[in-house]
T-cell receptor
């Protein structure tokens, strides 16, 4: 199994509070991604990174920011959490950005915003 | 606008029979397709893929078929087993683009003993 961990695994927070989710990998993969999974929507890309300090937005990036200061860590921050951000968040990694390359996913973080 | 569509949210099959999961796409630039399997409380795991230069790829009980003219792919599981019960996501990517895969909404497969 690819070495990907996410922390915390579960979090309950209140509207308006900042939240940071962490993704840590031990595979030295260049590419890292944050997705959210919601019923009826499948997996939607929030942000991704193609190297240290190199990040770009996905299709649902509003309200989220990311940072990658080291190859192994990719942080997702909700500056001011809202109830619409209640979701399951998955981090994924890939060693190449090419089309012919699968992603490896972490176990997920279940976030509840009250 | 969904570029990758899995029109069946759920599928129920008897153990030992064939499961067929379908996926349609609209972007003609997609040239690589993947299927992921997801159990509850776990992250998705890669199952099988196919390049647009092929029309079939097989791996054990799992076979993916690609019909480029119809922009349709399907995943066949034969024979189905109760352990195959999971959500299956179809994904597609374009080598000429950002390589970021686009996912469908998933199909929940239940295999009854």
């Amino acid at each position: 199994d690819a070495g990907i961990t996410q922390s915390p695994r579960h979090k309950v927070t209140e509207t308006g509070t900042p939240v940071t989710l962490r993704c840590h990998q031990t595979e030295n993969h260049r590419y890292m991604y944050w997705y959210r999974q919601d019923p009826g929507h499948g997996l939607r890309l929030i942000h991704y990174s193609y190297g240290v300090k190199d990040t770009d937005k996905g299709e649902v990036s509003d309200g989220y920011s990311v940072s990658r200061s080291k190859t192994e860590d990719f942080l997702l921050t909700l500056e001011s959490a809202t109830s619409s951000q209640t979701s399951v968040y998955f981090c994924a990694i890939a060693d190449k950005g090419g089309s012919y390359n699968e992603q490896f996913f972490g176990p997920g973080t279940r976030l509840t915003v009250l | 606008d969904q570029q990758v569509k899995q029109n069946s949210p759920s599928l129920s099959v008897q153990e030992g029979r064939i499961s067929i999961l379908n996926c349609d796409y609209t972007n003609s630039m997609f040239d690589y397709f993947l299927w992921y399997k997801k159990y509850p409380a776990e992250g998705p795991t890669f199952l099988i893929s196919i390049s647009s230069i092929k029309d079939k790829n097989e791996d054990g009980r799992f076979t993916v078929f690609l019909n480029k003219s119809a922009k349709h792919l399907s995943l066949h599981i034969v024979p189905s087993q109760p352990g195959d019960s999971a959500v299956y996501f179809c994904a597609a990517s374009a080598s000429g683009g950002s390589y970021i895969p686009t996912f469908g909404r998933g199909t929940s497969l239940i295999v009854h003993p």
